[in-house]
């Protein structure tokens, strides 16, 4: 298995009369893009924004963020089972629009979304500070159930990035960057010498908003799987996320997830990458023992020595995170988990609502109630409306001059549990 | 709350989805409940169903704290 990944980088976005990619701005046809977001019943008004780097800006409240990608060789489409044909994707060749990404934002559900800083402390929090971003603001039709209008913005999303990536179809990239993958028996032929590691990529799936989708389907209606790690660089896995903003997994997290980066820079060196399990955080007691049950039959049949899990959300996932731990280290199999922690504002509390001795080695991406003051923004993209609201938020977060003092919670992928971020502790 | 209750020597049943969280934090009678966001209930069920099911778990309930326990108990 062979995917190219080639990068074109996108320095400026500006709207335009017809949308095309050149020297490395990306022109917009505003009317062009829209059209096709109005093509769904449920949204009732939509228009786009730029946001710039450095820029006094504030978007919220974010649902979610993808990258524009498209698949130039190889079978299937970007988003199988979503946007494209449910094809299986991961091979080939596919244009990635890098410096850039589409974030999706308006009223949508209210209390479980996030805020993005151009400038200031905030943006030094998140990474999509640093990305041109275009911003999709989107308005719901009256009398929708917000799980109706979750599905509608979710796909908005994906269609206005997928027409963006589609502009990348003929360019030469910037960089390529190519992931090979051996099946089975050849990496324990060709690395009989180094440990072989996999990666439990943990997915939110407590339903009531909390979905993750896998070529489309609700992963909280699947068993602990395999797929491949290019498959998920093609978007076979979206975020359709109304959670705590500092720890989801947005659908560009997925895209660009910084584990699998790094265990394919390591893979062959020091160690043989493996494969990808994927599994679910359910809100049933006997989904979660199953769930976790199934990780560890993996790991063990895999013939792993070491193991990567990392986690999605907070409070009972620590539960679905602990219990993976736990199981696969009874295997004989070494783990580390990655996770973030809520320990109070003042870093005194229990950080997970679940422990055990097995979970000696931890990552953390930081402390989520930590409080932090964000500064007056001069351009609002979005709303400020649900500012008070936003998990991480109180009443009176969002004060008269426009500044906000909130928890880390409230802006997007500031505790990231796959290390996307810069926050740590040693 | 669990334990400071009983520190005031009043018994305490915990009722809950997550037990293994329950036994973490060290409550001593814990009674498995439904999932997450319904404990008490469960919306798939008709309404009297759904009744006798809420009776049966209370019941259950009572029943753990009037039973003497020697050690961390989950009462399936």
């Known amino acids: 298995m062979r995917l190219e990944l080639g990068n074109i980088d996108i320095k400026e976005i500006r709207f335009a009369d017809k949308s095309e990619i050149k020297d490395g701005v990306l022109y917009v046809n505003q009317e062009e893009v829209i059209a096709q977001v ?17 820029e006094s800006v504030r978007i919220t409240p974010v649902k979610d963020v993808i990258q524009p990608r498209v ?73 929708w159930k917000p799980h109706d209008y979750e599905r509608a913005a979710r796909v908005a999303g ?67 799987t395999m ?35 790094d265990l394919f820079k390591a893979h062959g060196k020091t160690l043989n990458f493996v494969g990808v399990i994927i599994t679910n955080e359910n809100v049933y007691l006997a989904d979660k023992m199953r769930s976790s049950d199934w990780s560890a039959k993996l790991a063990e049949y895999l013939s792993l020595d070491g193991v990567i899990i990392s986690q999605e959300g907070f409070g009972n996932p620590d539960t679905d995170l602990i219990m993976n731990c736990k199981k696969i280290e009874e295997k004989g199999i070494k783990t580390v988990i990655i996770t973030d922690e809520y320990a109070g504002q003042d870093g005194k509390s229990q950080s997970l609502a679940d422990a055990d001795p097995l979970a000696d080695a931890v990552i953390t991406g930081g402390n989520a109630n930590e409080v932090v003051i964000l500064p007056p923004m001069e351009r609002i ?18 004060r008269e001059d426009g500044s906000i003092e909130a928890e880390l919670q409230i802006i997007t992928g500031s505790t990231n549990e796959m290390g996307f971020n810069k926050l740590s502790a040693r | 709350m669990v334990k400071e ?72």
Request: net charge negative.
């Open chain 1, 71 to 143: 698949k130039v060789e190889g079978p299937g489409g970007m988003f199988p089972g979503v946007i494209s044909k449910v094809d299986t994707v991961g091979t080939g060749k596919t244009n990635v629009l890098r410096g850039m990404a589409v974030v999706t934002c308006g009223r949508i559900v209210g209390f479980q979304e996030g805020i993005i800083d151009m400038t200031g402390p905030g943006a030094e929090y998140t990474p999509f500070s640093e990305l041109n971003n275009l911003v999709l603001v989107v308005e719901p039709e009256d009398g």
């Open chain 1, 158 to 224: 994906l269609k206005v990035a997928t027409y963006i990536g589609e502009l990348a179809r003929d360019l030469t990239p910037d960089e390529t960057v190519v992931y090979e993958r051996a099946n089975l028996r050849e990496s324990f032929e060709n690395y009989p010498d180094l440990p072989r590691v996999g990666y439990v990529l943990m997915l939110q799936t407590q339903g009531l908003l909390h979905d993750t989708y896998v070529y489309g389907v609700d992963a909280k209606q699947t068993l602990t």
């Open chain 1, 227 to 261: 797929i491949s790690p290019t498959e998920i660089m093609d978007g076979a896995i979206v975020s359709g996320n109304c959670v705590s903003a500092c720890d989801k997994n947005t659908t560009y997290h997925h895209q660009n997830n910084p584990v699998i980066e």
């Open chain 2, 5 to 76: 209750i009983e520190r005031a020597g009043i018994p305490v049943v915990h009722m809950c989805t997550v037990t293994p969280i329950s036994m973490t934090v060290g409550a001593n009678r814990i009674v498995p409940t439904v999932a997450i966001p319904h404990p008490l209930g469960n919306p798939n069920l008709p309404n009297d169903e759904e009744k006798a099911l809420r009776r049966r778990l209370v019941d259950k309930a009572l029943k753990a704290l009037q039973t003497k326990v020697d050690d961390q108990t989950i009462f399936e």
């Open chain 1, 381 to 398: 993209i979005g709303t400020t409306d649900f500012v008070d609201k936003i998990a991480g938020g109180h009443d009176g977060s969002l």
């Open chain 1, 38 to 54: 109005l093509e769904d019943d449920l949204i009732r008004d939509a228009h786009l924004e730029i946001a710039v780097p450095g």
